[in-house]
């Protein structure tokens, strides 16, 4: 099995900055695809960036240009770092990773246990 520990959640002020961290540990033979998503109060889960293990990166459209996604391989941890945060980007962010513990084994997704980003003044 594999676990997420996720960090770097808080209050902020419109127009500030966070970082959030998930670093994945367990049976992990190939980490492929590691994301982050979000969901709001009274909202569905959203996705709001992937990265692959060569580091291609997706972005949700609300978020591309204040938002960056990044690996560090070595360390099995992905990175959101969100810059000029808005009211509306205020939510639980959620980070995941589709992963294999072997070979041939079939890739499996763990979610880890969620972070509270508040964006207010």
């Known amino acids: 099995q594999v676990q997420l520990v996720e960090s770097g959640g808080g209050l902020v002020q419109p127009g500030g900055s966070l970082r959030l961290s998930c670093a994945a540990s367990?049976?992990?033979?190939?980490?492929?695809?590691m994301g982050w998503y979000r969901q709001g109060p009274g909202k569905q889960r959203e996705l709001v960036a992937d990265v692959t293990s060569g580091g291609s990166a997706n972005y949700a459209d609300s978020v591309k240009g204040r938002f960056t996604i990044s690996r560090d391989n070595s360390k099995n941890t992905v990175y959101l770092q969100m810059n000029s945060l808005k009211p509306e980007d205020t939510a639980v962010y959620y980070c995941?990773?589709?992963?294999?513990?072997?070979?041939?084994?079939?890739?499996?997704?763990?979610w880890g246990q969620g972070t509270q980003v508040t964006v207010s003044s």
């Open positions: 995941e990773a589709d992963w294999r513990d072997g070979p041939w084994s079939t890739v499996a997704r763990t």
């Open positions: 367990g049976s992990i033979f190939r980490l492929n695809v």
